[in-house]
Protein backbone atom coordinates (compact mmCIF):
# COMPACT_ATOMS: atom_id res chain seq x y z
CA UNK A 1 0.00 0.00 0.00
CA UNK A 2 2.43 2.50 1.12
CA UNK A 3 4.40 1.28 -2.23
CA UNK A 4 1.17 2.57 -4.41
CA UNK A 5 1.31 5.54 -2.72
CA UNK A 6 4.60 6.46 -3.05
CA UNK A 7 4.36 5.62 -6.25
CA UNK A 8 1.47 8.08 -6.75
CA UNK A 9 3.44 10.91 -5.09
CA UNK A 10 6.13 10.48 -7.38
CA UNK A 11 4.08 11.30 -10.38
CA UNK A 12 2.40 13.86 -9.14
CA UNK A 13 6.11 15.54 -8.37
CA UNK A 14 6.84 14.81 -11.98
CA UNK A 15 3.53 15.88 -13.54
CA UNK A 16 3.78 18.95 -11.28
CA UNK A 17 7.60 19.33 -12.54
CA UNK A 18 6.68 18.55 -16.13
CA UNK A 19 3.41 21.18 -15.82
CA UNK A 20 6.36 23.49 -14.41
CA UNK A 21 8.42 23.29 -17.15
CA UNK A 22 5.53 23.07 -19.72
CA UNK A 23 4.34 26.58 -18.41
CA UNK A 24 7.58 28.16 -18.70
CA UNK A 25 8.18 26.79 -22.65
CA UNK A 26 4.91 27.69 -23.16
CA UNK A 27 5.21 31.70 -22.06
CA UNK A 28 8.42 31.55 -23.84
CA UNK A 29 6.47 29.60 -26.73
CA UNK A 30 3.84 32.75 -26.79
CA UNK A 31 6.00 35.86 -26.56
CA UNK A 32 8.00 34.17 -30.10
CA UNK A 33 3.99 33.88 -31.35
CA UNK A 34 3.18 37.59 -30.09
CA UNK A 35 6.49 39.25 -31.77
CA UNK A 36 5.51 36.98 -35.12
CA UNK A 37 1.73 37.67 -34.64
CA UNK A 38 2.84 41.46 -36.29
CA UNK A 39 3.01 39.81 -39.54
CA UNK A 40 0.70 37.10 -39.52
CA UNK A 41 -3.15 37.68 -38.29
CA UNK A 42 -3.42 33.76 -37.56
CA UNK A 43 -0.37 33.77 -34.93
CA UNK A 44 -1.59 36.92 -33.55
CA UNK A 45 -5.23 35.57 -33.32
CA UNK A 46 -4.11 32.08 -31.65
CA UNK A 47 -2.93 33.93 -28.37
CA UNK A 48 -6.15 35.39 -27.89
CA UNK A 49 -8.07 32.64 -28.76
CA UNK A 50 -6.09 29.07 -28.42
CA UNK A 51 -3.65 30.62 -25.10
CA UNK A 52 -6.41 29.63 -22.34
CA UNK A 53 -7.50 25.88 -23.66
CA UNK A 54 -4.37 24.63 -24.81
CA UNK A 55 -3.20 25.66 -20.93
CA UNK A 56 -5.97 23.67 -19.49
CA UNK A 57 -5.72 21.19 -22.18
CA UNK A 58 -1.65 20.61 -21.33
CA UNK A 59 -2.66 20.47 -17.43
CA UNK A 60 -4.96 17.53 -17.76
CA UNK A 61 -3.17 15.63 -20.08
CA UNK A 62 -0.68 16.07 -17.72
CA UNK A 63 -2.67 15.14 -14.62
CA UNK A 64 -4.03 12.25 -16.12
CA UNK A 65 -0.71 10.64 -17.65
CA UNK A 66 0.56 11.23 -13.51
CA UNK A 67 -3.03 9.08 -13.16
CA UNK A 68 -2.13 6.25 -15.71
CA UNK A 69 1.48 5.54 -14.14
CA UNK A 70 0.60 6.68 -10.50
CA UNK A 71 -2.70 6.05 -9.41
CA UNK A 72 -3.13 3.56 -6.67
CA UNK A 73 -5.23 0.64 -7.10
CA UNK A 74 -8.74 0.84 -5.48
CA UNK A 75 -12.20 1.26 -5.97
CA UNK A 76 -11.56 5.25 -7.21
CA UNK A 77 -9.43 4.79 -9.97
CA UNK A 78 -12.17 3.96 -12.81
CA UNK A 79 -14.22 6.81 -11.57
CA UNK A 80 -10.90 8.73 -11.49
CA UNK A 81 -10.00 8.19 -14.49
CA UNK A 82 -13.36 8.23 -16.21
CA UNK A 83 -13.83 11.95 -15.24
CA UNK A 84 -10.18 12.44 -16.45
CA UNK A 85 -10.69 11.53 -19.70
CA UNK A 86 -14.11 13.38 -19.83
CA UNK A 87 -12.22 16.49 -19.26
CA UNK A 88 -9.96 15.75 -21.90
CA UNK A 89 -12.74 15.55 -24.31
CA UNK A 90 -14.16 18.48 -23.26
CA UNK A 91 -11.16 20.80 -23.12
CA UNK A 92 -9.79 19.31 -26.39
CA UNK A 93 -12.92 20.17 -28.41
CA UNK A 94 -12.78 23.96 -26.16
CA UNK A 95 -9.26 23.79 -28.24
CA UNK A 96 -9.87 22.81 -31.72
CA UNK A 97 -13.01 25.78 -31.27
CA UNK A 98 -10.05 27.95 -30.38
CA UNK A 99 -7.93 27.63 -33.02
CA UNK A 100 -11.19 27.67 -35.79
CA UNK A 101 -12.14 30.94 -34.07
CA UNK A 102 -8.80 32.42 -34.62
CA UNK A 103 -8.23 31.60 -38.21
CA UNK A 104 -11.71 32.97 -38.71
CA UNK A 105 -11.48 35.61 -37.22
CA UNK A 106 -8.02 36.37 -39.14
CA UNK A 107 -10.31 36.24 -42.11
CA UNK A 108 -12.52 38.55 -40.27
CA UNK A 109 -9.50 41.03 -39.65
CA UNK A 110 -8.66 41.23 -43.48
CA UNK A 111 -12.09 42.71 -44.47
CA UNK A 112 -12.47 46.27 -44.98
CA UNK A 113 -15.82 47.56 -43.99
CA UNK A 114 -14.78 50.62 -43.08
CA UNK A 115 -14.39 52.36 -46.54
CA UNK A 116 -17.66 53.60 -48.80
CA UNK A 117 -17.63 50.26 -51.12
CA UNK A 118 -18.12 47.52 -48.60
CA UNK A 119 -20.79 45.80 -49.92
CA UNK A 120 -18.63 42.66 -50.79
CA UNK A 121 -16.57 42.71 -47.55
CA UNK A 122 -19.64 42.85 -45.65
CA UNK A 123 -21.04 39.49 -47.54
CA UNK A 124 -17.60 37.84 -47.17
CA UNK A 125 -18.00 39.06 -43.25
CA UNK A 126 -21.63 37.40 -43.17
CA UNK A 127 -20.48 34.43 -44.33
CA UNK A 128 -17.37 33.76 -42.90
CA UNK A 129 -19.48 34.58 -38.81
CA UNK A 130 -22.17 32.35 -39.48
CA UNK A 131 -19.54 29.85 -40.39
CA UNK A 132 -17.79 30.26 -37.43
CA UNK A 133 -21.13 29.71 -35.35
CA UNK A 134 -21.63 26.55 -37.21
CA UNK A 135 -18.30 25.10 -36.56
CA UNK A 136 -17.88 25.85 -32.94
CA UNK A 137 -21.73 24.48 -32.45
CA UNK A 138 -20.69 21.25 -34.78
CA UNK A 139 -17.36 20.88 -32.47
CA UNK A 140 -18.93 21.23 -29.08
CA UNK A 141 -21.90 18.45 -30.70
CA UNK A 142 -18.74 16.33 -31.56
CA UNK A 143 -17.34 16.75 -27.94
CA UNK A 144 -20.82 15.86 -26.35
CA UNK A 145 -20.95 12.86 -28.14
CA UNK A 146 -17.59 11.60 -27.77
CA UNK A 147 -18.44 12.34 -23.80
CA UNK A 148 -21.45 10.39 -23.89
CA UNK A 149 -19.94 7.48 -25.77
CA UNK A 150 -17.72 6.93 -22.90
CA UNK A 151 -20.44 5.74 -21.28
CA UNK A 152 -21.71 1.82 -21.27
CA UNK A 153 -25.42 2.70 -20.63
CA UNK A 154 -25.04 5.74 -23.77
CA UNK A 155 -23.57 3.12 -26.19
CA UNK A 156 -26.29 0.64 -25.74
CA UNK A 157 -29.03 2.98 -25.74
CA UNK A 158 -27.17 4.50 -29.01
CA UNK A 159 -27.31 1.03 -30.05
CA UNK A 160 -31.36 0.19 -29.79
CA UNK A 161 -32.27 3.95 -30.43
CA UNK A 162 -30.53 3.27 -34.16
CA UNK A 163 -33.40 0.64 -34.75
CA UNK A 164 -36.37 3.11 -33.90
CA UNK A 165 -33.80 6.11 -35.88
CA UNK A 166 -36.72 6.82 -38.22
CA UNK A 167 -39.47 7.36 -35.84
CA UNK A 168 -37.43 9.27 -33.34
CA UNK A 169 -36.19 11.45 -36.48
CA UNK A 170 -39.82 12.59 -37.41
CA UNK A 171 -40.56 13.34 -34.06
CA UNK A 172 -37.85 15.22 -33.51
CA UNK A 173 -38.42 16.86 -36.94
CA UNK A 174 -42.02 17.97 -36.15
CA UNK A 175 -40.79 19.14 -32.29
CA UNK A 176 -37.75 21.17 -33.84
CA UNK A 177 -39.83 22.32 -36.98
CA UNK A 178 -39.56 26.10 -36.01
CA UNK A 179 -36.13 25.72 -35.33
CA UNK A 180 -34.61 23.65 -38.22
CA UNK A 181 -36.42 26.44 -40.29
CA UNK A 182 -34.24 29.21 -38.94
CA UNK A 183 -31.14 27.35 -39.02
CA UNK A 184 -31.38 26.73 -43.17
CA UNK A 185 -32.47 30.26 -43.42
CA UNK A 186 -29.94 31.44 -41.38
CA UNK A 187 -27.52 29.05 -43.96
CA UNK A 188 -29.21 30.34 -47.24
CA UNK A 189 -28.96 34.23 -45.84
CA UNK A 190 -25.27 33.84 -45.52
CA UNK A 191 -25.04 32.44 -48.84
CA UNK A 192 -27.59 33.99 -50.99
CA UNK A 193 -26.09 37.78 -50.02
CA UNK A 194 -29.96 38.79 -49.62
CA UNK A 195 -28.78 40.48 -46.57
CA UNK A 196 -25.54 41.16 -44.73
CA UNK A 197 -24.31 42.76 -41.44
CA UNK A 198 -24.28 46.63 -41.56
CA UNK A 199 -27.12 46.37 -44.16
CA UNK A 200 -30.16 49.37 -44.33
CA UNK A 201 -33.41 47.48 -43.88
CA UNK A 202 -37.20 48.70 -43.36
CA UNK A 203 -38.96 45.26 -41.57
CA UNK A 204 -42.48 45.71 -39.55
CA UNK A 205 -42.15 49.76 -40.43
CA UNK A 206 -39.29 50.25 -38.80
CA UNK A 207 -35.78 51.49 -40.14
CA UNK A 208 -32.37 49.99 -39.18
CA UNK A 209 -29.31 48.51 -39.78
CA UNK A 210 -28.31 44.20 -39.32
CA UNK A 211 -26.84 44.34 -36.21
CA UNK A 212 -25.88 40.64 -35.75
CA UNK A 213 -26.90 37.54 -37.69
CA UNK A 214 -27.13 34.15 -36.06
CA UNK A 215 -28.52 31.21 -37.15
CA UNK A 216 -31.73 31.36 -35.51
CA UNK A 217 -32.34 35.24 -35.82
CA UNK A 218 -31.22 38.96 -36.56
CA UNK A 219 -30.74 41.99 -34.74
CA UNK A 220 -31.99 45.18 -35.93
CA UNK A 221 -30.13 48.11 -34.33
CA UNK A 222 -33.10 50.95 -34.96
CA UNK A 223 -32.87 54.27 -35.37
CA UNK A 224 -33.41 55.21 -32.01
CA UNK A 225 -31.19 53.05 -30.45
CA UNK A 226 -33.75 49.90 -29.98
CA UNK A 227 -33.09 46.16 -31.38
CA UNK A 228 -35.83 44.84 -32.93
CA UNK A 229 -35.08 40.85 -32.88
CA UNK A 230 -36.52 38.83 -36.02
CA UNK A 231 -36.15 35.18 -37.13
CA UNK A 232 -34.32 34.44 -39.87
CA UNK A 233 -37.13 32.59 -41.60
CA UNK A 234 -38.98 35.85 -41.31
CA UNK A 235 -36.07 37.55 -43.86
CA UNK A 236 -36.93 34.23 -46.72
CA UNK A 237 -40.85 34.37 -46.14
CA UNK A 238 -42.07 37.87 -46.09
CA UNK A 239 -41.10 41.16 -48.21
CA UNK A 240 -38.53 43.44 -46.75
CA UNK A 241 -37.02 46.71 -48.21
CA UNK A 242 -32.94 46.55 -48.10
CA UNK A 243 -31.74 50.07 -49.12
CA UNK A 244 -28.05 48.78 -49.32
CA UNK A 245 -28.46 45.40 -51.62
CA UNK A 246 -26.85 46.92 -54.65
CA UNK A 247 -25.17 50.22 -53.24
CA UNK A 248 -25.36 52.70 -50.40
CA UNK A 249 -26.39 55.76 -52.84
CA UNK A 250 -30.31 56.32 -52.27
CA UNK A 251 -33.10 58.85 -53.92
CA UNK A 252 -35.34 60.74 -52.31
CA UNK A 253 -37.98 63.46 -52.55
CA UNK A 254 -39.42 66.48 -50.91
CA UNK A 255 -43.07 67.57 -51.08
CA UNK A 256 -44.74 70.79 -50.77
CA UNK A 257 -48.14 72.22 -51.71
CA UNK A 258 -47.90 75.67 -52.51
CA UNK A 259 -50.57 78.47 -54.24
CA UNK A 260 -50.72 78.17 -58.31
CA UNK A 261 -49.25 81.71 -57.97
CA UNK A 262 -45.13 79.80 -57.41
CA UNK A 263 -42.54 80.63 -59.79
CA UNK A 264 -41.58 77.43 -60.42
CA UNK A 265 -38.63 78.05 -62.26
CA UNK A 266 -36.74 80.48 -59.63
CA UNK A 267 -37.85 77.34 -57.32
CA UNK A 268 -35.56 75.17 -59.64
CA UNK A 269 -33.03 77.47 -59.66
CA UNK A 270 -32.85 78.26 -55.85
CA UNK A 271 -33.03 73.97 -55.15
CA UNK A 272 -29.40 73.92 -57.05
CA UNK A 273 -28.23 76.50 -55.11
CA UNK A 274 -29.46 74.80 -51.59
CA UNK A 275 -27.44 71.25 -52.89
CA UNK A 276 -24.59 73.14 -54.10
CA UNK A 277 -24.06 74.82 -51.08
CA UNK A 278 -23.80 71.80 -49.18
CA UNK A 279 -21.60 68.46 -48.98
CA UNK A 280 -24.36 66.31 -48.09
CA UNK A 281 -25.50 65.91 -51.77
CA UNK A 282 -23.70 63.69 -53.97
CA UNK A 283 -24.05 65.23 -57.29
CA UNK A 284 -26.00 62.80 -59.24
CA UNK A 285 -29.65 63.87 -59.02
CA UNK A 286 -31.27 67.13 -58.79
CA UNK A 287 -34.77 67.77 -60.27
CA UNK A 288 -37.55 69.57 -59.31
CA UNK A 289 -41.32 69.20 -60.91
CA UNK A 290 -45.17 70.12 -60.09
CA UNK A 291 -46.65 66.43 -59.76
CA UNK A 292 -49.90 67.71 -59.20
CA UNK A 293 -52.72 70.74 -59.43
CA UNK A 294 -56.00 70.18 -57.77
CA UNK A 295 -58.36 72.75 -56.23
CA UNK A 296 -56.42 75.35 -54.93
CA UNK A 297 -53.19 74.30 -54.46
CA UNK A 298 -50.19 72.79 -56.56
CA UNK A 299 -47.76 69.96 -55.64
CA UNK A 300 -44.17 70.74 -56.09
CA UNK A 301 -41.14 67.70 -55.91
CA UNK A 302 -38.00 67.82 -55.49
CA UNK A 303 -35.93 64.54 -56.07
CA UNK A 304 -32.53 64.63 -54.46
CA UNK A 305 -29.68 62.46 -54.10
CA UNK A 306 -27.06 61.24 -51.07
CA UNK A 307 -24.36 58.71 -50.65
CA UNK A 308 -25.90 56.70 -48.02
CA UNK A 309 -29.73 56.35 -46.15
CA UNK A 310 -28.44 58.59 -43.08
CA UNK A 311 -27.01 61.80 -45.06
CA UNK A 312 -30.25 61.78 -47.36
CA UNK A 313 -32.37 61.83 -44.47
CA UNK A 314 -29.96 65.31 -43.12
CA UNK A 315 -30.39 66.17 -46.68
CA UNK A 316 -34.21 66.08 -47.10
CA UNK A 317 -34.60 68.17 -43.94
CA UNK A 318 -32.17 71.08 -45.13
CA UNK A 319 -34.03 70.87 -48.44
CA UNK A 320 -37.55 71.17 -47.18
CA UNK A 321 -36.55 73.91 -44.90
CA UNK A 322 -34.16 75.69 -47.16
CA UNK A 323 -37.18 75.89 -49.78
CA UNK A 324 -39.67 77.06 -47.06
CA UNK A 325 -37.90 80.01 -45.91
CA UNK A 326 -37.10 81.23 -49.38
CA UNK A 327 -40.84 80.98 -50.07
CA UNK A 328 -41.65 82.73 -46.75
CA UNK A 329 -38.84 85.50 -47.38
CA UNK A 330 -39.06 86.11 -51.52
CA UNK A 331 -42.48 84.84 -52.77
CA UNK A 332 -44.90 84.92 -49.32
CA UNK A 333 -47.70 85.29 -52.03
CA UNK A 334 -47.42 81.74 -53.09
CA UNK A 335 -48.06 80.50 -49.76
CA UNK A 336 -50.81 77.73 -49.27
CA UNK A 337 -54.05 79.75 -48.92
CA UNK A 338 -57.78 79.27 -48.95
CA UNK A 339 -59.99 81.68 -51.02
CA UNK A 340 -63.48 82.95 -50.75
CA UNK A 341 -65.01 84.93 -53.74
CA UNK A 342 -68.52 85.31 -54.27
CA UNK A 343 -68.99 85.78 -58.30
CA UNK A 344 -71.94 87.93 -59.29
CA UNK A 345 -74.91 86.27 -60.81
CA UNK A 346 -74.83 85.55 -64.92
CA UNK A 347 -78.15 85.70 -66.63
CA UNK A 348 -78.97 83.11 -68.72
CA UNK A 349 -79.96 84.15 -72.44
CA UNK A 350 -83.87 83.33 -73.16
CA UNK A 351 -82.81 82.08 -76.71
CA UNK A 352 -80.87 79.37 -74.76
CA UNK A 353 -83.63 78.42 -71.83
CA UNK A 354 -85.57 75.72 -73.89
CA UNK A 355 -82.53 74.56 -76.54
CA UNK A 356 -82.08 70.78 -75.30
CA UNK A 357 -78.57 70.05 -74.63
CA UNK A 358 -77.65 67.12 -76.65
CA UNK A 359 -74.20 66.60 -75.66
CA UNK A 360 -75.35 66.39 -71.91
CA UNK A 361 -76.85 63.49 -72.25
CA UNK A 362 -74.76 60.48 -70.39
CA UNK A 363 -74.01 58.61 -74.27
CA UNK A 364 -74.52 61.76 -76.52
CA UNK A 365 -77.55 61.86 -79.33
CA UNK A 366 -76.26 60.27 -81.93
CA UNK A 367 -77.75 56.51 -83.16
CA UNK A 368 -74.78 54.41 -81.17
CA UNK A 369 -75.55 56.71 -78.26
CA UNK A 370 -79.52 56.13 -78.15
CA UNK A 371 -78.71 52.49 -78.83
CA UNK A 372 -75.84 52.16 -76.10
CA UNK A 373 -78.37 54.21 -73.74
CA UNK A 374 -81.20 51.58 -73.89
CA UNK A 375 -78.77 48.57 -73.65
CA UNK A 376 -77.95 50.45 -70.51
CA UNK A 377 -81.32 51.04 -69.18
CA UNK A 378 -82.45 47.88 -70.08
CA UNK A 379 -85.06 49.32 -72.68
Known amino acids: MSDGWGRLVSAVVVAAAAFGLFLVAEHLFRRVVRRLGRRSAVLAELTVHAHRPFLWFAA ?20 VSHGLGLALIGVGGWLVAGILTSVEQAALSRLRVDVPDNRHARRLQTQVTLVRRITVAGVALIALGAMLMTFPMA ?4 TSLLASAGVIGAVAALAAQSLLGNVFAGMQIAFSDAIRLDDVVIVE ?9 TLTYLVIHLWDDRRLVMPTSYFMSQPFENWTRR ?19 EMREE ?24 NTLIRVRALVSAADAPTLFDLRCLVREQ ?41 GDSLDGRTRERAFNGR
Open 60 to 79: VVAVRSAGAFGLPDGPWQGP
Open 155 to 158: RAAG
Open 205 to 213: NEWGRIEDI
Open 247 to 265: EAALLGTVELDLDWSVPVE
Open 271 to 294: LRRILGDTDLWDGRVSVLQVTDAV
Open 323 to 363: LVRWVRRAHPYALPRVRTEQAPATPVPKSAEHVPDHDARLF
